[in-house]
């Protein structure tokens, strides 16, 4: 039975989206790095840790708390739900501040704090650890969204029986924009109502879905 | 069906073949080196690196195109390219693609180099640049999770290959040594003063290495005596800390446990482990305690890091490589680096080359973020 998508969540242009509705927005005049905590704040999650990480885990990290807010924990597994993100730039801004700071021998003042991010699964460690997901975990670079991959290689893990449900999207930043879309998937289940199935088709329209 | 490897190659401070890596390996001669080079870092560090004289003059020879590539993009290419001399695979058909593993990808172009184009700097723009160079009409799909990131990208091969769009798959996988990467670890402290002891009592910290290595994979309905399967693979997140191991192993354990589920095997028909090893305290005692609650202590334990390093995106593959090689001479290779036993738990770590019949083997990695992945290999 194809897995089912039993939530989205979209934040782009200042704007925060769960299951294709705004929940959380600021003017075009807001720096997108402090629009991604005010909205972090904005979910009531008390979580230090959240603001020692770098721009990019920031955003990913922001997703997931708002989209497993809408998930019910009680009925998935953590111990086998997996995490699969992808992205475009990998973890270019950050690496570009860590390059500055080694760039110069007169100046070279590295910082483990921040070449430690300078991977772009410490994001997806941020998120199973907050979330405790101990499942399959993936990290592709592609040059765009790419629906077919996702579906592709998650239904082959949940056919495989190595996860139950999983944490996934495409998670985004360069020094002008963000664009994150990550979605929650689940195993085909008869019993629900909302069936949005693990397709390439509903992968395509639910990413594009708040494009106005 | 059947997933089988068929050809590969290595490419590393220990040769230019399988072969002449695998015979280095088994003398456990030691790549890792001084360097002394304030361009890569202020102060003389220790890294294995690729004999730049031999690389450029191979590369030469390759190019016959003329293609301007950085220095990665040469290890890269010459490694396909020998390791697809060796077959009749035909890699510009739509039947073949392939996959690249890497963690920092041309990280040097961060200071632009004459004739490269930037924007390589971009992994997918790095897997792209491969793809076209040998015309090969797929996607290149990159993997960058750490140091899992060559495991995960021989896992991925074979569940393609189980999906009908793909007879071959063409896994590539490297790193350099680089400011960069040099900088960071050391900044955390985390590289040691001697070439690096895995497993060993006075182990202090790992030492980096660069390499590119590729393992071309096939489906085959018929595996024939003597070849090496995939049988199974996974990974698994410790959820427990961003930049050091789980001291209970936890995601380790999940993801052995899974590859072995799915190969179809206990922990008593495992004859072999090759480990990540990189020689830190806290990773090679959390492989113990893994391998000790899954009840595998009697497998013989090897690690490879005390010959080529640490070499990142490269490591999984070159490493899977050298299993395999073991696997054919029925050989466990010895551990460069490794005197005196010290983890938390006991493990049989192989100091000398060990005649053993090597049916089925299992591989180890872990990295930063907490991720970890195995796989099990089966000889027919």
Redesign the interface.
């Known amino acids: 039975m194809t897995p089912q998508i039993t939530a989205f969540c979209h934040i782009k242009k200042n704007q925060v989206f769960l299951n294709g509705k705004s929940i959380f927005s600021a003017g075009p005049e807001v720096d997108m790095r402090e629009f991604v905590k005010a909205a972090f704040r904005n979910t009531g999650t008390k979580y230090p840790k959240f603001f020692k990480m770098d721009d990019y885990s920031k955003l990913g990290f922001l997703a997931a708390e708002v989209l497993m807010k809408e998930v019910d924990v009680s009925t998935i597994e953590a111990k086998s739900t997996g995490i699969v993100l992808s992205n475009n730039h990998s973890t270019l801004t950050t690496d570009q501040l860590f390059q500055e700071s080694i760039q110069s021998d007169e100046s070279f003042f590295p910082s483990p704090s921040v070449f430690v991010y300078t991977l772009p699964n410490i994001m997806a460690g941020e998120i199973a650890i907050r979330h405790h997901f101990t499942g399959e975990n993936a990290f592709f670079v592609s040059s765009a969204f790419d629906p077919d991959w996702h579906t592709f290689y998650i239904n082959q893990l949940f056919d495989s029986k190595k996860i139950s449900a999983c944490l996934s999207g495409w998670v985004e930043m360069d020094d002008q924009s963000l664009d994150a879309f990550v979605y929650f998937v689940e195993k085909g289940n008869d019993l629900r109502n909302e069936s949005m199935l693990h397709t390439v088709e509903e992968l395509n329209n639910l990413y594009k879905i708040n494009d106005k | 069906m059947a997933v089988r490897f068929v050809s590969s190659n290595i490419i590393s401070s220990l040769g230019f073949s399988t072969e002449e890596n695998f015979q280095n390996l088994l003398q456990a001669k030691i790549g890792i080196q001084s360097i002394d080079d304030?361009l890569l870092y202020?102060t003389p560090f220790l890294a294995a690196c690729i004999h730049q004289a031999e690389l450029e003059k191979r590369w030469i020879e390759t190019n016959q195109k003329e293609v301007a590539a950085s220095r990665l993009e040469k290890m890269l290419i010459l490694s396909i390219t020998e390791a697809l001399s060796k077959t009749k695979i035909d890699i510009s058909s739509s039947r073949t693609a392939i996959l690249l593993s890497t963690?920092?990808?041309n990280?040097d172009l961060?200071n632009p180099i004459e004739s490269i184009d930037p924007e390589r700097?971009?992994?997918?723009k790095l897997?792209?640049f491969i793809g076209h160079y040998y015309g090969n009409p797929n996607?290149v799909?990159?993997?960058?999770?750490?140091c899992?990131s060559g495991v995960?990208a021989i896992n991925?091969a074979a569940?393609m290959l189980?999906?009908e769009r793909y007879d071959h798959i063409i896994v590539v996988g490297g790193d350099l040594v680089t400011?960069?990467v040099v900088?960071?670890?050391?900044?955390?402290?985390s590289l040691s003063e001697t070439p690096c002891k895995p497993f060993d009592r006075d182990r202090d910290g790992l030492s980096l290495g660069e390499a590119a290595g590729t393992l071309i994979l096939e489906k085959t309905s018929f595996p024939e005596k003597g070849d090496i399967l995939f049988s199974g693979g996974?990974?698994?997140?410790?959820?427990?800390?961003?930049?050091g191991p789980s001291r209970t192993a936890?995601?380790s354990v999940?993801a052995i446990q899974?590859a072995m589920t799915?190969a179809g095997f206990a922990a008593k028909d495992i004859d072999h482990i090759n480990a990540h090893g990189t020689a830190t305290r806290y990773n090679d005692d959390m492989e113990s305690i893994a391998i000790q609650r899954l009840g595998l202590s009697e497998s013989p334990v090897n690690s490879f890091k005390g010959s080529w390093g640490h070499t990142l995106g490269a490591a999984g593959i070159i490493e899977t490589t050298a299993l395999i090689e073991s696997m054919k001479a029925n050989t466990i290779l010895p551990t460069a680096g490794f005197h005196s036993p010290g983890t938390t738990e006991n493990l049989i770590v192989t100091k000398k080359p060990l005649s053993k019949p090597l049916n089925t083997c299992l591989k180890l990695a872990s990295?930063?973020?907490?991720?970890n992945a195995a796989l099990v290999l089966n000889k027919m």
Do not use: Q, Y
């Open positions: 304030p202020p963690t920092k990808g990280i961060l700097l971009l992994l997918w897997g792209e996607p799909r990159v993997i960058s999770i750490a899992i995960l991925t569940m189980k999906g400011r960069f900088s960071g670890f050391m900044s955390f402290l996974a990974t698994a997140n410790d959820a427990n800390h961003i930049s936890e995601g999940i899974n799915e990295g930063f973020g907490g991720c």
